[in-house]
């Protein structure tokens, strides 16, 4: 039996300009999840670099594109795709077409090089990467549930 989940999907312009977008959206998420501030700091560096990869790899000079991100939220844990293609999706069939993430996949990953996918990977609790069509990179952050009362309210430690 599945896990049950909601889940949020926003499309936007391949553009740098909203990488600050992305990153307010991940923060509400996992906040509104009960994440602690070192989880959604965590995840917040490393969505942005998962989108600042597509924004800066995944179109041409001349081409138009867009980027998908979905966040899957469960009781435990958050789970954050990022497509380069731009084409909305079947969460789980995209879920269960992700393949495991190796270390070789690193260099390759990063069209023009570079440690992204090495900073994401020791970021998040798991990552899966598929790379036809486009880029799509699945994050997994879990949460601490001593962090959250019954009825959502983050725990203040002190």
Sequence with gaps: MSQKYDYIE???PASAE?????????SG???RAGASYDQIEDSKIAISEAVTNAVTH?????ETGEILVGFAIYDDKVEMIVADHGQSFDYEQ???ELG???EDDNVNYLREGGLGLFLIETLMDEVFVKKSPGVTISMTKYIDESQV???GETLVNG
Aim: hydrophobic share 40%.
């Design 10 to 12: 926003m499309k936007f």
């Design 18 to 26: 909203y990488v600050g977008l992305i990153r307010l959206t991940v």
């Design 29 to 31: 998420v996992l906040s």
């Design 58 to 62: 995944a179109y041409g000079l001349d």
């Design 94 to 96: 995209v879920k269960n």
């Design 100 to 102: 495991p993430y190796k």
């Design 149 to 151: 009362h019954s009825n």
